[in-house]
């Protein structure tokens, strides 16, 4: 590293919590599926900010209307309406088929604001006692980092030191049908799970899993809330990940890629039994469903749709995976993905896979690992052909070396 960036890491090791790792480069600039850093050289964004920045950096559009909306109005609370929030609402229930939405900020206020909406309709709709309400989650579930999440956490450096947790919460494995079957209860309100498991290393559950779970959350009066804040807006080759199943979620959370990676905007939806429990004063957010996210937001969607994002990651994603299954390197325990959302797991002797990313840094592509020795990759939806075969190039030169 150059002396000026490690000035710049220097400065956050001094200022900042160590509550992250990473990887050693400065950026500095983004268009489309690239960025840069303050040295000048090129990376391929192959995280896209978790799927946030989905729809490439700095998308022109939707900076112009950030840019038109801070002009005019940013922030009212929602003391008082504003001219952005229902429009907002009608292009988000029109995009995804929902009947009410509550807009929030980030994806674990999503997360949370869903907890407490399904149990409040526990007790009031379906008449669970009050104080029994029980969730269902998945093992390695990852919904967020606030307290009441990381209690039904089970990665132990995600919960370590900070409880006591809430109650309320079941685990069980995720894609087994027959465990939710079994841990359904009168009591049970909710199952909480992302349709596929990111953070955990894009783990795709069987195929059929989500049928049987929606027929039994169904059967037993149990809403499906699905987290699709990192699976959403078209990151799997869908709209949203349940279509390819052909399923529909009582509870949507949406997050990351709604703006654009402009600006934090999530939300929750619904139908109207769960969202119509609340009243005035009973849940809320200073910033959430403000005027400048909603113009964003809009501006992200639409961008989506008319660019033809979702459609171009089904292919492109293809195209990667096929490409990564063609690799022939003694490191790769297995390529899983759907879409653009792509993991090479490699086999614990060929050592972390944090090393693999440095080395791919030096080729001009930013990876992220995670659970020591998947490398995940997510590119923004707009990658070419052209770029993935960049890409793959790259990948298969640094995944045929022993970095062990």
Same mark, same amino acid.
């Given at each position: 590293?150059?002396a000026?960036?490690?000035?710049?890491?220097?400065?956050e090791? /001094?200022?900042?919590a160590?509550?992250?790792?990473?990887?050693?480069?400065?950026?500095a600039r983004g268009?489309?599926v690239w960025?840069?850093?303050?040295?000048?050289?090129?990376?391929l964004?192959?995280l896209?900010?978790y799927?946030a920045?989905?729809?490439g950096?700095?998308? %022109?559009k939707?900076l112009?209307a950030?840019?038109?909306?801070?002009?005019r109005?940013?922030?009212?609370? /929602?003391?008082?309406?504003?001219d952005?929030?229902?429009?907002?609402?009608?292009?988000v229930a029109?995009l995804?088929g929902?009947?009410?939405?509550l807009?929030?900020? +980030?994806?674990?206020?999503?997360?949370?604001?869903?907890?407490?909406?399904?149990r409040?309709?526990?007790?009031?709709v379906?008449?669970?006692?009050?104080?029994?309400a029980?969730?269902?989650?998945?093992a390695?579930?990852f919904?967020?980092? *606030?307290?009441?999440i990381?209690g039904?956490s089970?990665d132990?450096?995600?919960?370590a030191?900070?409880?006591?947790?809430a109650?309320g919460?079941k685990i #069980?494995?995720?894609g087994?049908?027959?465990?939710?079957?079994?841990?359904?209860?009168p009591?049970t309100?909710?199952?909480?799970?992302?349709?596929?498991?990111g953070?955990a290393?894009?783990?795709?559950?069987? %195929?059929?899993?989500?049928?049987?779970?929606?027929?039994?959350?169904?059967?037993?009066?149990?809403?499906?809330v699905?987290?699709?804040?990192?699976?959403g807006?078209?990151r799997?080759g869908?709209l949203?990940?349940?279509?390819?199943e052909?399923i529909?979620?009582?509870?949507t959370?949406?997050?990351k890629?709604l703006?654009?990676?402009f600006?934090p905007?999530?939300?929750?939806l619904?139908?109207n039994?769960v969202?119509?429990?609340l009243? %005035?004063?009973q849940?809320?957010?200073?910033f959430?469903g403000?005027p400048l996210?909603?113009?964003?937001?809009?501006?992200?969607?639409?961008?989506?749709?008319e660019?033809?994002?979702?459609?171009?990651?089904a292919?492109?994603?293809?195209?990667?995976?096929?490409?990564?299954?063609?690799?022939?390197?003694n490191t790769?325990?297995?390529?899983r993905?759907?879409?653009?959302?792509?993991?090479?797991?490699l086999h614990p002797?060929?050592g /972390?896979?944090? /090393?693999?990313?440095?080395?791919?840094?030096?080729?001009?592509?930013l990876?992220?690992? *995670?659970h020591?020795?998947? #490398?995940r990759?997510a590119p923004?939806?707009?990658?070419?052909?052209?770029?993935?075969?960049?890409?793959?190039?790259?990948?298969?030169?640094?995944?045929?070396?022993?970095l +062990?």
């Amino acid at each position: 590293m150059s002396a000026s960036v490690i000035d710049f890491v220097a400065t956050e090791a /001094r200022f900042g919590a160590h509550n992250y790792e990473p990887i050693g480069v400065v950026l500095a600039r983004g268009e489309g599926v690239w960025v840069w850093d303050t040295e000048g050289n090129r990376y391929l964004d192959c995280l896209s900010a978790y799927s946030a920045v989905s729809q490439g950096h700095c998308h %022109p559009k939707i900076l112009a209307a950030m840019v038109e909306q801070a002009h005019r109005l940013t922030l009212t609370s /929602r003391a008082f309406h504003n001219d952005q929030l229902a429009l907002f609402y009608e292009e988000v229930a029109a995009l995804t088929g929902s009947h009410k939405v509550l807009p929030m900020n +980030s994806g674990a206020e999503a997360v949370e604001s869903a907890i407490k909406s399904v149990r409040k309709w526990g007790y009031e709709v379906k008449g669970v006692p009050d104080g029994q309400a029980e969730i269902i989650v998945c093992a390695n579930n990852f919904h967020g980092r *606030t307290l009441g999440i990381v209690g039904f956490s089970t990665d132990p450096e995600t919960r370590a030191h900070f409880g006591p947790f809430a109650p309320g919460f079941k685990i #069980i494995p995720f894609g087994d049908a027959a465990a939710l079957r079994d841990a359904i209860t009168p009591n049970t309100v909710a199952f909480l799970v992302e349709p596929i498991q990111g953070e955990a290393g894009v783990i795709i559950p069987p %195929p059929g899993y989500f049928t049987e779970v929606r027929e039994l959350c169904t059967a037993n009066n149990v809403m499906l809330v699905l987290d699709e804040i990192q699976t959403g807006l078209g990151r799997t080759g869908k709209l949203l990940a349940e279509q390819h199943e052909g399923i529909e979620a009582d509870v949507t959370l949406l997050g990351k890629a709604l703006s654009g990676g402009f600006y934090p905007v999530s939300a929750v939806l619904s139908n109207n039994e769960v969202l119509g429990t609340l009243r %005035p004063g009973q849940h809320g957010s200073t910033f959430g469903g403000n005027p400048l996210a909603c113009a964003v937001a809009r501006a992200a969607m639409r961008v989506l749709v008319e660019e033809g994002m979702i459609d171009n990651a089904a292919r492109q994603g293809a195209r990667f995976l096929n490409g990564l299954k063609d690799i022939r390197a003694n490191t790769i325990r297995e390529i899983r993905g759907r879409g653009l959302m792509l993991a090479v797991e490699l086999h614990p002797e060929a050592g /972390r896979a944090r /090393r693999y990313c440095e080395a791919l840094q030096a080729k001009g592509i930013l990876a992220k690992d *995670t659970h020591e020795h998947t #490398i995940r990759i997510a590119p923004p939806l707009v990658i070419t052909s052209d770029q993935v075969d960049w890409a793959l190039e790259r990948l298969a030169t640094t995944l045929t070396q022993d970095l +062990s």
